[in-house]
C-alpha cells in the first residue's frame, strides 16, 4: 500500500478527506496529518510518504512553497494540490511546478477523489520493500499508547545507535516488561524491528545513492560492520556490492 500525508490548516477539510472513501481498499492509506507546510517538512523524513495532498492556502507555508522546498529533496515526489475556486489560479501555477493534479476543496467528490488515486498508482513505482516501513504505520492505532510512543521514536531513530536498553531508559519503563510488551502487541521483537528497518533503508541507498558500503553502514546505525554482512547476506542472498551491481 502507498503512504500518504494530508496537508491543510483546517482540521474539517482533513477529516472530510479521510472520511470520503475507504482508504484501505484504494491501495493507499493515512500515514499522517500536518496542519501548515512547516509542519509536514518537519515528519516528511520521518514518514517519506508516497503522495501528499496539500492545501494551496495555509499559514506559515503554503502548499506551493512546501511543494518547491520538498521538490528541492525529492524532485520525483508526487503532490495533489487541493485549492478553494476563488485560488484555481495558484492550482494552475502548482501544476507547472509539477504537481500532479488537484482537487477543488468546495466540491470534492468521492468519484473525483477515486479518480485521481488510480490515476497516482501509475505515476508512482511498484509498492517494494518500504512498505515495511509504511505497514507500522498502518498498525499503529492497533497498539497501546505506551507501545505506539516506542514505535514511533523506533521510526524516527532507528538510524541512530538505539537499541532495547536505550529504549527502556527513553521511556522509564523496566527492559524485560518493554520487551513482552512490545512483542505481544507488534508480533515481532524490538530488536527484530529496529533490524529489519535498518537492513530496508541499506537496500534503499545500494539502489539509489552513491554512497560506499561503509558509508551505508554508518548512516543507517549498525555499529559492527560483521554484523551487517552477515544479516544482509541473510535478507538478499547476496553481499551488498553484488546487490547493487545486480540492479545495475
Same mark, same amino acid.
Given at each position: 500500500?502507498?503512504?500518504?500525508?494530508?496537508?491543510?490548516?483546517?482540521?474539517?477539510?482533513?477529516?472530510?478527506? !479521510?472520511?470520503?472513501?475507504?482508504?484501505?481498499?484504494?491501495?493507499?492509506?493515512?500515514?499522517?496529518?500536518?496542519?501548515?507546510?512547516?509542519?509536514?517538512?518537519?515528519?516528511?523524513?520521518?514518514? +517519506?510518504?508516497?503522495?501528499?495532498?496539500?492545501?494551496?492556502?495555509?499559514?506559515?507555508?503554503?502548499?506551493?512553497?512546501?511543494?518547491?522546498?520538498?521538490?528541492?529533496?525529492?524532485?520525483?515526489?508526487?503532490?495533489?494540490?487541493?485549492?478553494?475556486?476563488?485560488?484555481?489560479?495558484?492550482?494552475?501555477?502548482?501544476?507547472?511546478?509539477?504537481?500532479?493534479?488537484?482537487?477543488?476543496?468546495?466540491?470534492?467528490?468521492?468519484?473525483?477523489?477515486?479518480?485521481?488515486?488510480?490515476?497516482? !498508482?501509475?505515476?508512482?513505482?511498484?509498492?517494494?520493500?518500504?512498505?515495511?516501513?509504511?505497514?507500522?504505520?498502518?498498525?499503529?492505532?492497533?497498539?497501546?499508547?505506551?507501545? +505506539?510512543?516506542?514505535?514511533?521514536?523506533?521510526?524516527?531513530?532507528?538510524?541512530?545507535?538505539?537499541?532495547?536498553?536505550?529504549?527502556?531508559?527513553?521511556?522509564?519503563?523496566?527492559?524485560?516488561?518493554?520487551?513482552?510488551?512490545?512483542?505481544?502487541?507488534?508480533?515481532?521483537?524490538?530488536?527484530?524491528?529496529?533490524?529489519?528497518?535498518?537492513?530496508?533503508?541499506?537496500?534503499?541507498?545500494?539502489?539509489?545513492?552513491?554512497?560506499?558500503?561503509?558509508?551505508?553502514?554508518?548512516?543507517?546505525?549498525?555499529?559492527?560492520? +560483521?554484523?551487517?554482512?552477515?544479516?544482509?547476506?541473510?535478507?538478499?542472498?547476496?553481499?551488498?556490492?553484488?546487490?547493487?551491481?545486480?540492479? !545495475?
Amino acid at each position: 500500500m502507498y503512504s500518504v500525508m494530508l496537508v491543510d490548516d483546517e482540521q474539517p477539510a482533513r477529516e472530510l478527506l !479521510k472520511l470520503l472513501i475507504e482508504w484501505e481498499k484504494t491501495g493507499f492509506f493515512i500515514a499522517c496529518e500536518a496542519v501548515d507546510g512547516n509542519d509536514a517538512l518537519a515528519k516528511y523524513p520521518i514518514y +517519506q510518504p508516497d503522495l501528499i495532498i496539500a492545501d494551496i492556502q495555509m499559514p506559515v507555508m503554503d502548499g506551493l512553497a512546501l511543494m518547491e522546498k520538498i521538490r528541492d529533496e525529492n524532485p520525483e515526489q508526487l503532490f495533489i494540490i487541493v485549492s478553494c475556486y476563488e485560488f484555481f489560479g495558484y492550482a494552475r501555477t502548482a501544476l507547472k511546478l509539477g504537481a500532479f493534479d488537484y482537487l477543488i476543496k468546495d466540491s470534492i467528490s468521492q468519484s473525483d477523489l477515486l479518480d485521481i488515486l488510480e490515476k497516482a !498508482k501509475e505515476k508512482l513505482p511498484p509498492v517494494d520493500s518500504i512498505e515495511r516501513k509504511n505497514k507500522y504505520f498502518m498498525d499503529m492505532l492497533s497498539y497501546s499508547p505506551r507501545i +505506539q510512543k516506542v514505535l514511533e521514536y523506533i521510526l524516527q531513530n532507528y538510524e541512530n545507535d538505539i537499541n532495547l536498553d536505550s529504549l527502556a531508559r527513553v521511556f522509564s519503563i523496566h527492559k524485560v516488561h518493554l520487551a513482552r510488551t512490545f512483542k505481544e502487541e507488534t508480533g515481532e521483537s524490538a530488536y527484530d524491528v529496529i533490524l529489519s528497518l535498518r537492513l530496508e533503508k541499506a537496500k534503499q541507498l545500494l539502489a539509489d545513492s552513491t554512497l560506499t558500503v561503509t558509508e551505508i553502514i554508518e548512516s543507517t546505525g549498525f555499529n559492527n560492520s +560483521q554484523n551487517f554482512y552477515v544479516h544482509f547476506k541473510k535478507l538478499t542472498g547476496s553481499s551488498p556490492l553484488d546487490y547493487r551491481n545486480a540492479l !545495475k
